[in-house]
């Protein structure tokens, strides 16, 4: 099973930026799709932004449209979400993970990463 484990999350101050990396110990366009998640304290994890490997199709939640951008490196077999304009309603555990089938539902994903912590203060 390829590991995956996620880096870039930090504290950052609202309208700000990040760039999250998702680093895949074997070959990410194995799964058709890959994608990220988040989690707040309370909440169900959503997702974020998928990205079917085959064809580089992204989709995105309404909440991140025209801020987030997931993108892939299948020769270094590296997964991203840039982040910019972030809010503090962003603020949430994420996660990146790897899947087949229908990209834009959790429940596609059986393979995830631990968590990278972002924050966001206003």
């Known amino acids: 099973q390829v590991q995956l484990k996620e880096s870039g999350g930090g504290s950052v101050q609202a309208g700000g930026s990040l760039r999250l990396s998702c680093a895949a110990s074997?070959?990410?366009?194995?799964?058709?799709?890959a994608g990220w998640f988040r989690q707040s304290p309370g909440k169900e994890r959503e997702r974020v932004a998928n990205?079917?490997?085959?064809?580089?199709?992204?989709g995105y939640a309404d909440s991140v449209k025209g801020r987030f951008t997931i993108s892939q490196d299948k020769d270094k077999n590296m997964l991203y979400l840039q982040m910019n304009a972030l809010k503090p309603e962003d603020t949430a555990m994420y996660y990146c993970?790897?899947?087949?089938?229908?990209?834009?539902?959790?429940?596609?994903?059986?393979?995830w990463g631990q968590g990278t912590q972002v924050t966001v203060s206003s």
């Open positions: 074997g070959y990410i366009a194995s799964s058709g799709c």
């Open positions: 990205i079917l490997t085959r064809d580089g199709s992204t």
């Open positions: 993970a790897t899947g087949g089938g229908w990209c834009a539902v959790p429940t596609s994903y059986h393979n």
